[in-house]
């Protein structure tokens, strides 16, 4: 107790040890374990460390505050445990009960303080016992609440992490590639539906043909059993393979209607041979013969039909009125000459992009009994003094009814088998005022594919300009007003020359 405590100088330190460095803070700490100081009274300067203010109390108010100073400086470099050991060192050192430390000297106790030595040697044990309990326990509570043991990394925690990592990548990749396998599985089952779906309308359309043609076999024979002849007398010869006939509707007096479509949009000469040839599309114009046999209008069309080689002759007496009789007659006569898909119908003023009417049947060629045209359902007109008078309006019900679903008669197009059964069934098919209501009728107690083509009934520019701009050419172009361009002669090549396709685009159509 008697041993003294090495002074330290406040000023002029030249040792090796700085004032910053750990190894200082500790031995600051050592010599305020011996130097036991006062309590720290409720004036001192540190929040932690407070002491009286006598002149004696300068030495452990240095040795203090330096300990605090250098558990709050160092605090990242030593673990929390530590501060908090040094932290309670520093509170729980009380001024000692007899002696003080003044300037470097160890002051002796007076010699009342001496009495009952012996207790106070116990009671001092039993602080500094108490004191180390406390400072173990709070160690460990630090070393509890911080989690800090540095404990060596665990190498084969780090391998099974690793493992784990790369079993869930695994993992990850192999959901991938079954999701990628199922939607491919998916894509194929797809892609079956439709073939199969593809492969029974096609089944469809052969059976309905197939019915259709033995029909006509069987109506053949019963003429020829009744003495009569066949609707046409080229059903005796092969018929010649085609995609498309097209018929263009025309009279007697509409040769400049003709040249102004050859000049357009129907080829000539050797290009519409090689057009039928090449592409399967065959053109026409399609006429009947006068009242009078070998009249002069019958002369001037086989003039005409001598230079151009492009005429459909048909077993008809023209006339406005006759148009249903002419379309019964048109298709009958063209399925006898031509095993065509389709049978197209188109009047002389309407104006025709054949690239985009071949492409637009090809979509439908798979489907049986097709109906193909700008689908309209106008009013039944009853009163006789217009234009498109009704004269049997009273078998749709009261006035003001509408007709039944129809193609527009500007530009339609049929499917073999349609064609066929109007063929057989021509001398029984009723015969209305309006040729595409009559062909509109035939066709009521059919399964019948109605498709409303609205590139089928363009107008004329700059409706049909704009379309044909925006990637959506018209395959027909028209006037509404007139029920086709109206003074199609003077205006037809103006139409031709802003709406048309392009004189190649038939040729490179996908059929």
Known sequence: ???KIPAVREEGNKEAITRSSPEFCLRRRSEATKAKPAAASSSSSSPLLRSAHRPGDRRRRSISWRVWRCSTAYGDELSSSS????????VVVRRPRSGALELG????????????????????????????LLCAFCFGLGMLF??????????????????????????????????????????????????????????????????????AKRSTLELLRAGGSPVTSETSQPR?????VIGVNT??????????VRETWMPQGA????????????????????????????????????QHRDFLRLDHVEGYHELSAKTKIFFSTAVGIWDADFYVKVDDDVHVNLGMLATTLARHKSKPRTYIGCMKSGPVLADKNVKYHEPEYWKFGEEGNKYFRHATGQIYAISKDLATYISINQPILHKFANEDVSLGSWFIGLEVNHIDERNMCCGTPPD?????????????????????????VERIKEVHARCGEGDSAVWSALI
């Open 1 to 3: 107790m008697n041993a």
């Open 83 to 90: 501060s908090i050991f040094l932290v309670v060192v520093v």
């Open 105 to 132: 000297r160890w002051r002796e106790p007076p010699a009342a303080a001496m009495k009952g030595k012996g207790g106070a040697l116990d009671r001092r044990s039993s602080a500094r016992w108490r004191m180390l």
């Open 146 to 215: 911080t989690d800090r043991f540095w404990t060596a990394p665990d190498t084969s925690n780090h391998i099974m992490s690793q493992r784990r990592r790369q079993d869930r990548e695994l993992q990850l990749i192999s959901e991938d590639c079954n999701t990628k396998r199922k939607h491919g599985e998916d894509k194929d089952i797809m892609g079956e539906v439709t073939k199969t779906h593809e492969a029974i309308q096609l089944l469809d359309k052969s059976i309905s043909t197939l019915q259709m043609e033995l029909a």
């Open 240 to 244: 010649k393979k085609a995609f498309v």
């Open 251 to 260: 009279a007697f007096s509409s040769r400049k209607r003709r040249d102004s």
């Open 271 to 306: 290009k519409l041979q090689q057009l039928e040839d090449q592409k399967g599309i065959v053109i026409r114009f399609t006429i009947g013969h006068s009242a009078t046999s070998n009249s002069i209008l019958d002369k001037a069309i086989d003039s005409e039909d001598a």
């Open 464 to 488: 049909c300009e704009w379309k044909g701009q925006a990637g959506n050419v018209c395959v027909a172009s028209f006037d509404w007003s007139c029920s086709g361009i109206c003074k199609s």
